[in-house]
């Protein structure tokens, strides 16, 4: 093209987003792909076709180290995640120890640099997921800690993050999306992004006014 960018067709995927319980039915090569709608009824899907090269549709695809699935549940980049981390913990096994190897304050630095760094790229997208999969990621930092300060499995989990100054994972992501807006703010609606942050923050400001908050009752003696 004029402007230098080139797509190449054997790199590229198609997927179709959709939270609602839609399904692809892949036929053959040759014919036409169909989106089911609702029971029994199809939308045709055109075939797509770069340098006369069909582009084949897939439930999910990697771009820039996030898997995107095509109900957007997160669900198979956690995954990924997940096996990418648990590597970086065998790591943190070998090279602690209660009479040798690195002392806890090296420990979390190695945590920070090679399993927390992978957990905070892209958390302002996947933070949209379940709890249920994001608890997964919880497992990964509680397990981390354990290593690092020598604790107790049975340790919990506010007293490991209390002892290593290490903040959950659930207000690390809330701390980067809001971050993430303060930047994008004066960009206005020419970010789509900040669309959904402002629907978002909206649900939560008015969520928070709608709570009441208990105090407690005190009596005066005279």
Same mark, same amino acid.
């Given at each position: &093209?004029?402007w230098g960018f080139?797509?190449?067709p054997?790199?590229t995927?198609?997927v ?5 319980n839609?399904?692809?039915?892949y036929?053959e090569p ?5 989106f089911?709608?609702s029971k ?8 797509l076709i770069?340098?006369?090269?069909p ?10 180290? &996030?898997i995107?699935?095509? @109900?957007?549940?997160?669900g198979?980049?956690?995954?990924? $995640?997940i ?6 913990l065998? =790591?943190m ?7 040798y190897?690195?002392?806890k304050?090296a420990?979390i630095m190695i945590?920070?640099? =090679?399993i ?7 958390c302002i997208?996947?933070?949209?997921a379940?709890k ?6 919880n ?5 981390? $800690?354990?290593?690092? !300060?020598?604790?107790y499995?049975?340790?919990r989990?506010s007293a ?6 290490v903040?959950? $994972?659930?207000l690390?992501?809330e701390?980067? !999306? $809001?971050?993430?807006?303060?930047r994008?703010h004066?960009?206005?609606? @020419?970010l789509?992004l900040?669309?959904l942050?402002r629907?978002?923050i909206?649900?939560? =400001?008015a969520?928070?006014?709608?709570q ?6 005190t009596?005066l003696?005279?």
């Amino acid at each position: &093209m004029e402007w230098g960018f080139k797509i190449s067709p054997l790199k590229t995927e198609a997927v179709i987003f959709s939270r609602a319980n839609n399904t692809l039915k892949y036929l053959e090569p040759e014919q036409q792909y169909q989106f089911k709608i609702s029971k029994n009824k199809y939308r045709g899907i055109p075939h797509l076709i770069i340098n006369n090269i069909p582009i084949s549709y897939r439930k999910q695809a990697r771009f820039l180290g &996030m898997i995107l699935d095509s @109900r957007l549940t997160w669900g198979p980049h956690v995954k990924d $995640l997940i096996k990418r981390c648990r590597g970086d913990l065998n =790591l943190m096994k070998l090279i602690s120890g209660t009479c040798y190897g690195a002392d806890k304050k090296a420990l979390i630095m190695i945590y920070k640099a =090679l399993i927390l760094s992978k957990i905070d790229y892209g958390c302002i997208l996947y933070h949209s997921a379940a709890k249920s999969t994001l608890a997964q990621l919880n497992v990964i930092q509680n397990s981390a $800690l354990k290593i690092a !300060t020598g604790a107790y499995k049975t340790t919990r989990t506010s007293a490991l993050e209390a002892e290593t100054a290490v903040k959950p $994972l659930r207000l690390r992501r809330e701390e980067h !999306t $809001l971050k993430y807006w303060a930047r994008s703010h004066p960009h206005g609606n @020419r970010l789509p992004l900040n669309k959904l942050y402002r629907i978002d923050i909206t649900n939560n =400001l008015a969520q928070a006014k709608n709570q009441t908050i208990k105090r407690p009752i005190t009596k005066l003696c005279s």
